[in-house]
């Protein structure tokens, strides 16, 4: 059984649909390959600054004295 001619709305909604998805597809991209090309930048990774201070005798929180509970 054949179905009728879609009516123009719903070519009109496929169409915008479309979009939005090829949109929010290139997104996901986007921000995926970001997320790769900064975990896996070479050369550059710094420690995090808690484990710096910690080196160093520096408390990571200002003001904060090593051993003290506030």
Do not use: C, Y
Request: glycine residues 12%; aromatic residues 8%; hydrophobic residues 45%.
């Amino acid at each position: 059984m054949a179905f009728g001619k879609d009516h123009e709305l719903h070519e009109r909604r496929f169409s915008r649909n479309l979009w939005v998805g090829l949109l929010l597809t290139g997104f996901v991209a986007l921000v995926f390959g970001l997320t790769v090309v900064k975990v896996t930048r070479e050369g550059e990774a710094r420690p995090a600054p808690a484990a710096v201070a910690a080196d160093s005798g520096a408390s990571p929180v200002k003001g904060a004295s090593q051993g003290a509970i506030q």
